[in-house]
Structure formats: C-alpha cells, structure tokens
C-alpha cells in the first residue's frame, strides 16, 4: 500500500488564486482525470492507479479544501468553484481533451464540467474537451441522496459546533456504515485521516457540506444534462452503500436514457478501494465500447 507520504512526494503543488493545489500525473496516453469525494483525496484512488497509469495519461488532484492542497478557512466553497479549479490545472498541464472517472462530490463536479462542455463544445477556445464520463457512487439525483445524520447535521446551524467534535473513532463509525459488508481496514482509515487532519481539514466539515445544497439549487442543470449529453457515460455502483447505492444505480436507469450500468456486488460508497480489480476491469470495457 503506498501511504499518504509517499503519495505526496510523487506529486506537485500548481496556484489557484493565491493557494497550493496539490496533484499527481504518471502515464501516457489519453488523458484521464481522477476526481475525488468528500471528505478525502486523490489518495483515495491508490489502488487502481498503477493499473491505469499503464495504459493512460492519469491526472489525480485535490480540490480546495481536501487532501494535500491549501484548505483556507475564510473561503466560499462551491461545486463550480471546484469545476473552475479543475479548468485552470487542465490549463495549467497543457490538457486539450481528457476522459473523467469521478467519486461522490467528483461527481457533481463533473456533471458541471460536463454542463459547461455541452454549453461551449462548439466554441474554438472550448477546453478542455470531454470525451467520456464514469461515474462511481455518489449523490447524481439530489432526490435520491440518502446523507448520514452526520451529514444532514452538519449543513445545519449545529454544524460548527459538530465539526470541532470531529476526530478519527467518529469518522470511523461513518466509513463502517458506507463500507460493504467487508469493511474498513485500520491502515486505509489511519490514511484517510492523516490526510483530512492536514492543515486542520478536519474543522472544514461544515463548509465543505455546502455540496449537498448546490446539488439541490442545480438539480435542473446537473441531471438533465446526465438525459442529454451525447458524451458516452457509465455508472458503475457499489450496491452496498447506504447514501448512494442500487437505489441511486436503479433510479439511474430509470431516469437516464440507455443507461450504461455495471453493480459491484458487495462493494459499498467506495469500489475503487473495496473491489479495485472490478472496478478496473469494467471502467476498461467502458473504454473499450469507445473504440
């Protein structure tokens, strides 16, 4: 397993409006761009990095406020705050066209990424173009998003006071509850939280939490563009999850027209650490069906 240090020392810092922004780039080919869920990191796809690494151009970052990048504390924190993040890097690395394997709050950041290329794909000066979309769980139907209490408190006027009684036995009890039946293992969340508690992450909670409110404020914009989009896109859901798993992957087939669905059964919130080779191996065939 390679661990959070390690991660950061293979990585490199860019500036978003006077902050670090921690990412990794490994790999050639097309390129690929990771992004992360709340409340974690790029580290969260260590597991099937070197595979993809093998056969792309894999770009993984940390948005503001997570992971190894700068987490002001005086900051307005939005999902198109985080969109706009993500343009300035592709700039910054020279990328024209990318594909997207997004988690969770990735997610929502890249069906507005996938909003904006709709809105601009005919423009010259349109980038960076997006090729294809794969989703893992998270909330893409805000009607569907089943927050923990933990969540539905901290996006409420308690939840300050709930972010400073924030600490790693507590996070424990959530990713047991959005883990499958296998759980968490004591090395993966020692790592999940050495890099939430960098420059004190840990007492973000409740301004990061805004995404579940954007998610509802948007909703018109970010599903429907799930219904319109020509840009190929694939669900693959780890059923096991309690916030967004096959009820979200069953309301996915209902709602978006020829769904591309795969289940991980067994899997919960996160596939790309509880069934990595899985995951791997359909987000492939995913790619394959492109050819």
């Known amino acids: 397993m390679i661990t959070p240090r390690q991660w950061h020392a293979k990585g490199r810092h860019f ?16 390129t690929l761009v990771l992004i992360h869920g709340f409340p974690t990191s790029s580290w969260d796809w260590y597991r099937v990095w070197d595979q993809l690494t093998g056969k792309y151009r894999v770009i993984g970052f940390d948005m503001i406020g997570f992971g190894l990048s700068d987490k002001p504390r005086r900051y307005c924190y939005s ?23 997004v988690h969770d709050y990735g997610n929502t950041v890249a069906q507005e990424l996938l909003a904006r290329w709709e809105e601009r794909k005919n423009e010259t000066e349109s980038l960076p173009a997006i090729r294809s979309v794969c989703f893992l769980n998270g909330g893409l139907f805000p009607e569907k998003h089943r927050a923990l209490w933990v969540q539905k408190w901290m996006k409420g006027p308690l939840g300050v006071l709930l972010t ?63 219904q319109r989009s ?34 991980i059964e067994g899997a919960g919130h996160y596939p790309q650490n509880e069934a990595p080779e899985e995951v791997v191996k359909h987000y492939f065939e995913f790619r394959q069906k492109q050819r």
């Open 15 to 30: 500036t978003y409006k006077n902050y670090q922004i921690f990412y990794r780039t490994e790999g050639a080919g097309e």
């Open 79 to 101: 999902i198109h705050d985080q969109a706009d993040l993500f343009e300035a890097l592709m700039t910054h690395l020279n990328v024209m066209e990318c594909h997207l394997l």
């Open 164 to 226: 400073k009684l924030n600490n790693k036995d507590r996070l424990r009890k959530s990713f047991d509850k959005l883990y499958g039946p296998k759980g968490i293992d004591d090395a993966e969340m020692d790592g999940f939280w050495e890099i939430i508690q960098y420059q004190n992450g840990h007492l973000l909670f409740h301004k990061l939490i805004h995404y579940i409110e954007d998610r509802r404020r948007n909703r018109a914009r970010w599903v429907g563009v799930l």
């Open 230 to 263: 020509t840009v190929p896109l694939r669900l693959i859901n780890g059923p096991e999850d309690p916030v967004s798993g096959r009820h979200l992957a069953d309301y996915y087939t209902q709602m978006i027209p020829d769904p591309d669905v795969v289940i």
